[in-house]
């Protein structure tokens, strides 16, 4: 989804999209199930792009994954994101209301799928595409699933969190709930939309995000 952002930032940022393993070039790779070890590899593979002021934003699955990176970068050595960016998730710390939903046969797990309305709805009409994607959409609601919440100190960065109006899976206060996580500032946006909002709301989107780096100095310096 992040191809779309590209020509609607401001010059200055540098998006760096995370590419994970069953996706795309990725296909033939083994996706993760187990979001400890899938957070270790993404701060691995960020490190040599943390020379400069930075955010992390993950929408779903990858809110918790930016948490978790954000976490790991808070407590080491190197420059500490400057802001977290989340959207369409529950806080870490609130217990998931969903079933295990990865574990469901095919047949209920497709219909799922359907109701969330997070996939084209022409991949439904090809079952031989779909067969090929549900070990990676399983993958995906394992690692989530069986997230543990292990509590620790509050980020030193601020934190702003996207909701969709319209969302089902995450309420306007399970959004709020990201207050906590931060020692600094906390902002909430609530757009139209239901869980995939990011995706119907991209231009608003988009600008929000460009204007909450600005206010945290994640932005170049204003022309003399």
Not at 53 to 70: C, D, I, K, R, T
Not at 105 to 123: A, M, R
Not at 159 to 182: K, L, P, Y
Request: charged share 20%; glycine share 6%.
């Amino acid at each position: 989804m992040f191809r779309q952002w590209r020509s609607q930032l401001p010059e200055w940022v540098d998006l760096v999209p995370v590419l994970l393993p069953g996706r795309e070039s990725r296909f033939s790779e083994t996706p993760f199930t187990n979001l400890g070890p899938l957070t270790d590899a993404v701060v691995e593979a960020m490190a040599s792009e943390l020379d400069v002021p930075y955010a992390l934003f993950g929408h779903s699955m990858g809110a918790l994954v930016a948490f978790e990176a954000a976490r790991r970068l808070d407590a080491g050595p190197g420059r500490r994101p400057s802001l977290l960016l989340v959207a369409g998730r529950v806080a870490p710390h609130s217990r998931p209301r969903e079933r295990m939903i990865h574990q469901l046969p095919d047949d209920h797990f497709i219909d799922y799928l359907q109701k969330v309305n997070g996939t084209e709805p022409e991949i439904f009409e090809d079952r031989s595409l779909i067969d090929i994607l549900l070990p990676v959409l399983r993958a995906d609601f394992a690692a989530c699933e069986t997230y543990v919440y292990r509590p620790g100190q509050p980020l030193a960065c601020p934190i702003t969190t996207f909701g969709g109006i319209e969302d089902r899976e995450v309420a306007e206060a399970d959004a709020a709930a990201w207050s906590i996580h931060s020692a600094a500032r906390f902002r909430l946006h609530m757009l139209p939309g239901g869980h995939f909002f990011v995706n119907s709301e991209r231009a608003r989107m988009v600008s929000l995000i460009a204007s909450e780096c600005v206010s945290v100095g994640a932005a170049p310096p204003a022309p003399q």
